[in-house]
């Protein structure tokens, strides 16, 4: 769904990572190309487009790595610079969008027109809906049971202050998705499915975990069985 302000932004390809709106995620910056990008960005408004590049596709006609058309811009919201020329910084999910086109440009980096795109809320959009509410607990007993389930209980608590995209976003962050699930979800325009979806995905898992709980060894990590 989009809202209709399109807007230009430097994109970072990268493969297999998904990144969602009201997540963190951390980047180690190398490549000459996309130093460039972040100074730049840093002296512009700090945001960047990460992009999902396409496996095994063909480039495009530019010459470029095919990429998804849907990604998510993020801020950087913290920036270590090491003496070798090397950044490690961090990013906060702002805005889902659909990539319009790619823009010519000198810059040693991909620039591309974006359009940003709205979710449809959860049903009942309120505090005090019985829906809405119902949905986002059951989704935080879901999370609680499986971290404890699989030794890893300080994952269990999830941020009280998010709003219902970043609650599920926060979630199906700390899944270890691959890229296929990771991108039907950051592409799914209504809140109501992706909680859905999220909430069976950690069912299946629990289910699973619940199965080879007989064979774990004593009080060993659960991890490594």
């Not at 969602?20 to 840093?42: C, G, I, K, S």
């Not at 006609?61 to 003496?83: D, K, M, N, Q």
């Not at 790619?102 to 027109?113: G, L, M, S, T």
């Not at 209980?153 to 941020?159: F, G, I, V």
Request: hydrophobic residues 40%; aromatic residues 6%.
């Amino acid at each position: 769904m989009k809202d209709g302000r399109r807007r230009r932004l430097p994109i970072f390809p990268l493969p297999g990572v998904i990144f969602f709106p009201q997540t963190d995620l951390p980047l180690h910056v190398f490549e000459p190309r996309y130093r460039t990008l972040l100074a730049d960005a840093l002296v512009g408004d700090r945001t960047i487009g990460i992009q999902l590049l396409k496996p095994d596709a063909p480039p495009d006609s530019a010459g470029r790595p095919a990429v998804f058309e849907i990604g998510c811009a993020g801020e950087i919201v913290e920036h270590e610079a090491l003496e070798d020329g090397r950044s490690n910084i961090l990013l906060r999910g702002l805005f889902r969008y659909r990539l319009e086109a790619e823009a010519p440009d000198d810059r040693p980096y991909r620039v591309a027109d974006v359009v940003p795109l709205s979710v449809v809320p959860l049903p009942g959009d309120l505090e005090g809906n019985p829906v809405r509410d119902g949905l986002r607990g059951l989704l935080v007993r879901s999370v609680e049971k499986l971290a404890v389930s699989v030794g890893r209980p300080q994952a269990r608590s999830l941020p009280e202050d998010l709003n219902d995209e970043g609650l599920v976003n926060e979630a199906l962050s700390r899944l270890g998705l691959d890229a296929d699930d990771g991108y039907k979800l950051l592409a799914m325009d209504r809140l109501e499915d992706r909680y859905s979806w999220a909430v069976s995905h950690i069912a299946g898992i629990q289910k699973r975990v619940d199965l080879l709980a007989p064979y774990r060894q004593g009080d060993g990590d659960p991890r490594w069985n």
